[in-house]
């Protein structure tokens, strides 16, 4: 298998269970993830990672309050 159809197999599953990373997590409750930011106590020098976790909507929370430069892994 090449990697675009990788890719798009991905992108498929993702797709036919967004709707549940997106209203059914508890991670879309605003109130959790402000618990979540708060006890992380975030800084503009600290690096943020998401992999695989959902929507992003946490990793949308951090996006502002870390650091904004590119890191190579």
């Given at each position: ?38 006890a ?7 690096l943020?990672?998401d ?18 430069r590119?890191?190579?892994?």
């Amino acid at each position: 298998m090449d990697y675009e159809l990788i890719k798009a197999s991905v992108q498929q599953q993702f797709n036919r269970v967004a709707h549940h990373y997106l209203n059914d997590s508890p991670m879309a409750e605003a109130g959790l993830l402000d618990l979540i930011i708060q006890a992380a106590e975030p800084r503009s020098e600290h690096l943020s990672l998401d992999i695989a976790c959902g929507a992003g909507l946490l990793a949308c929370r951090f996006a502002p309050l870390v650091s904004k430069r590119p890191v190579s892994i």
